[in-house]
């Protein structure tokens, strides 16, 4: 039942296990408010200054499906997955301000929860990543676990600091 039609003159098609590659969603042009930071870095403050760069080789669905290029709506990426979790983990530690300038409480089970997922994520793809893939894995869990045991073994708050306490 791979078409069917509705009465209502709906044309129901269904695509799943065909090898078929759909075409990307157009992009909208991306809104930009004065003064805020676009993509490539520049604040928007000299305009005209150069003309911004094209996007690189390798931004396509292919690059996508290989974790290379940036992602584009509707076509996520490994390493997507892979920050997401980061940032979840160093939301966890405290490691993040939020939009207020504020640090959130940290939430040492939440952070170990995420670190536990990255280390799960990078047991169960061995040897089905790219080199940078594999990269972002591992430096990025090394960091995160040396982060959680400094906050681990880190004094109580209010000792430690302001004198000798022997």
């Known amino acids: 039942m791979p078409e069917e039609k509705d009465d209502k003159g709906f044309k129901v098609i269904d695509r799943r296990g065909r090898e078929e590659a759909t075409p990307p969603p157009p992009k909208a042009p ?3 408010s004065p003064g805020a930071v676009a993509a490539d870095g520049n604040s928007g403050e000299n305009e005209g200054a150069s003309p911004p760069k094209p996007p690189a ?3 396509g669905e292919a690059a996508a499906k290989e974790g290379k290029g ?3 709506l509707g076509v996520p990426r490994f390493l997507d997955l892979v920050q997401s979790l980061q940032m979840g983990a160093m939301v966890g530690l405290g490691m ?3 939009p207020d300038g504020k640090r959130p409480p940290v939430d040492l089970p939440a952070a170990k929860d995420a670190i536990d997922l990255l280390g799960i994520l990078q047991e169960k793809t061995k040897g089905n990543l790219t080199k940078d893939e594999e990269e972002v894995l591992r430096e990025g869990l ?3 676990r040396m ?3 400094a906050m681990i073994n880190a004094p109580p708050a209010g000792r430690g600091k302001g004198g000798d306490q022997r």
Do not use: C, I
Request: charged share 15%; no cysteine; glycine share 16%.
């Open 30 to 32: 991306p809104v930009e």
């Open 57 to 59: 080789e390798g931004t």
């Open 70 to 72: 940036r992602s584009s």
């Open 96 to 98: 993040l301000q939020g």
């Open 142 to 144: 090394y960091h995160l």
């Open 147 to 149: 982060g959680y045991m």
